[in-house]
């Protein structure tokens, strides 16, 4: 289990966080100025939040529109029985596939929930038969297909949380 630090952040912290998680681009120069501190401070307080490993990486976040990746699909998944190996072989599988994008365990009736992204409904269909269905501790899959994309963030609500 990961420990939590937000009780160490002060609000000049968050304050950083919040500028980061918006454009990690930024130098520590312009996030001072954002955040109301003088660079040398602010660059140490950047790099001991990334010691701390609250900041893990940076990334570039990229338009999947534009790489023609327009299907999104939830996924939801019942395994043959729910013994620890199963679990386990299942998240190690779940691991190598490139088009989930994020997996859950579930509480209630389904035991995980994947969040799929590919270039169409032929191509998740391939995903399903070809390599999903491969996997002999699934029972059960469900497909929900989004029709609509009403909000899709990174940034975490970091004002109202900590």
């Known amino acids: 289990m990961e420990t939590t630090v937000s009780a160490e952040l002060s609000k000049q912290d968050i304050g950083i966080l919040s500028v980061l998680q918006s454009d990690a681009s930024k130098s520590s120069s312009d996030v001072a100025d954002l955040v109301g501190m003088s660079q040398s401070p602010c660059w140490r307080r950047i790099n001991r939040i990334e010691q701390e490993g609250v900041i893990k990486k940076k990334v570039a976040l990229l338009d999947r529109h534009a790489l023609g990746m327009d299907l999104v699909v939830f996924a939801t998944i019942n395994l043959t029985t729910s013994g620890r190996q199963n679990l386990e072989e299942f998240e190690q599988s779940i691991e190598n596939f490139d088009e989930v994008m994020e997996c859950y365990t579930m509480t209630g009736i389904w035991d995980y929930m994947l969040k799929i992204i590919v270039k169409d409904i032929r191509n998740y269909e391939s995903f399903v038969r070809d390599r999903l269905l491969?996997?002999?501790?699934?029972?059960?899959?469900?497909?929900?297909?989004?029709?609509?994309?009403i909000k899709n963030t990174t940034e975490l609500p970091l004002k109202t949380q900590l």
């Open 134 to 149: 491969c996997l002999p501790m699934i029972r059960e899959i469900h497909s929900h297909i989004a029709v609509t994309e």
